[in-house]
């Protein structure tokens, strides 16, 4: 399976269904009221985790997503049918993110995890239920609300509960095909590994960890040379790491230098992955030679305070010290309290000063602007006379009017609401 960590999608929620404009017609029974039902709510769009899911390659080849609209209400009261939800199945770790604002809208870790992607409209009332005592036959009804469309950007991090770092060809794909049942690519040439690989190390009975092998990492990976970015942000997710390092001499670089620049790489990209704990171990130590190599570098990095392990991915030697060290490390950080996370919000919305703003924009057109507005204007039949008496109302109660005529507006001027433009009338004007 190919392996894809971020892709972009749009998305969009179904419209509610119109409500119904009817009256009740039967023999003998005069006057016998509206009875315009309801229309349905339209589908939303779901994600949700699906934890047989580890990449997002479903999504790489079908970039957008509509659910259904719901049904329009009937006559004699009925209710339109509510549109089924969409439902997009995401494996997880995966962060889904606003393209145009860049918001996090949900970080989804957890099998069964699920969030409102884009919210269906809701059913427009039919004229049933705009009947009063002063009004008891009213010929008009609402539109549907239209659903929700985002442009989204998904992000996959994966879920290891160590990261193997190094640079390339320190033994890291050797190491995690040793200890695991992965069976990664290996070969003796930069960058052999082009994608992270996700394997489950048993250490015991009832003791287990997940280890992702992280492709290498080199000088000026936090800005994107060689794999640079697009590998570093899944160690992000890791609780310990593991820096593997060369001590077999055949590479002709410094294993101190190769540790000193790595570790940078990752401060530059993330003050917490600086943070995270960090054991070294000493590779290919089965090479003639290498014992020498490796007394000196232990030595450094034991000045530093680093825990040292020698160790040769290929024979075995070395590895079950640092596997019961790493199944240590990983308990104790699972044993801590999880951290307090605010919660993510599934929709945002722009805060305001008002529910609703309106501005001249030219020498006579104004516009009109605000989610309540659009809404109105959206869910009203502007083909029905009566549906537009209503909506001058609402705009007349909420003050559009008497804004529109402070910021100058005369007879004839245009007014635009929603891509919908109306020509401004001054009724208090003298005749």
């Known amino acids: 399976m190919v392996f894809v960590d971020e892709v972009e999608i749009d998305v969009t929620a179904g419209d509610g269904g119109n409500g119904m404009v009817s009256f009740r017609r039967e023999k003998f029974v005069q006057k016998g009221g509206p009875d315009g039902g309801d229309g349905g709510h339209g589908g939303s769009v779901i994600a949700i985790v699906d934890s047989s899911l580890g990449t997002l390659a479903d999504l790489r080849y079908k970039r957008k997503y509509k659910a259904e609209r719901g049904v329009h209400g009937g006559s004699a009261n009925k209710y339109g049918k509510d549109a ?22 949900a970080d989804l870790t957890k099998p069964g995890e699920s969030a409102v992607l884009a919210k269906g409209g809701v059913g427009g009332r039919g004229n049933a239920r705009f009947a009063t005592s002063t009004q008891q036959a009213p010929k008009f009804g609402e539109k549907g609300e239209p659903g929700e469309t985002r ?41 052999t590994t082009l994608i992270p690989n996700l394997g489950v190390v048993r250490v015991e009975e009832g ?116 596997i019961y060290t790493l199944a240590d490390l990983v308990e104790k950080q699972r044993a801590q309290p999880a951290p307090v996370i605010e919660e993510v919000v599934t929709y945002t919305v722009q805060p305001v000063e008002a529910p609703w703003t309106a501005e001249k924009v030219g020498e006579r057109e104004y516009t009109v602007s605000g989610r309540e507005i659009e809404r109105l204007i959206a869910m009203t ?9 209503r909506l001058h109302r609402k705009l007349e109660r909420m003050g559009v009017n008497k804004k529109l005529k402070q910021l100058g507006a005369q007879d004839g001027d245009t007014v635009r609401i929603r891509q919908i433009e109306f020509e401004y009338q001054d009724e208090d004007a003298e005749i």
């Open 84 to 105: 089924p939800d969409l439902v997009i199945s995401l494996p997880p770790g995966t962060m889904v993110y606003d393209r145009e604002t860049g918001v996090l809208l």
């Open 381 to 389: 039949d502007l083909d029905n006379e009566y549906a537009l008496r």
């Open 207 to 322: 003791r287990s960890f997940v280890v992702a092998d992280i492709p290498g990492l080199i000088e000026g990976a936090h800005e994107g040379v060689g794999l640079g970015i697009q590998f570093l942000k899944h160690i992000e997710r890791t609780k310990t790491l593991v820096h593997m390092l060369d001590v077999s001499g055949h590479t002709g670089r410094d294993p101190l230098n190769d540790y000193e620049k790595v570790n940078v790489e990752l401060k530059s990209f993330s003050a917490k992955l600086a943070e995270l704990p960090q054991v070294v171990a000493l590779n290919k130590i089965d090479v003639p030679g290498a014992a020498e190599i490796a007394d000196e570098v232990e030595k450094q990095l034991r000045k530093q305070g680093a825990q040292v392990f020698r160790i040769s991915a290929l024979t075995g030697e070395g590895l079950p010290p640092l």
């Open 151 to 191: 442009l989204l950007r998904l992000e996959l991090k994966l879920l290891a509960d160590v990261g193997l770092i190094g640079y390339p060809n320190a033994g890291k794909s050797t190491l995690i095909s040793k200890i695991s049942a992965a069976k990664p690519k290996i070969a003796d040439y930069p960058f």
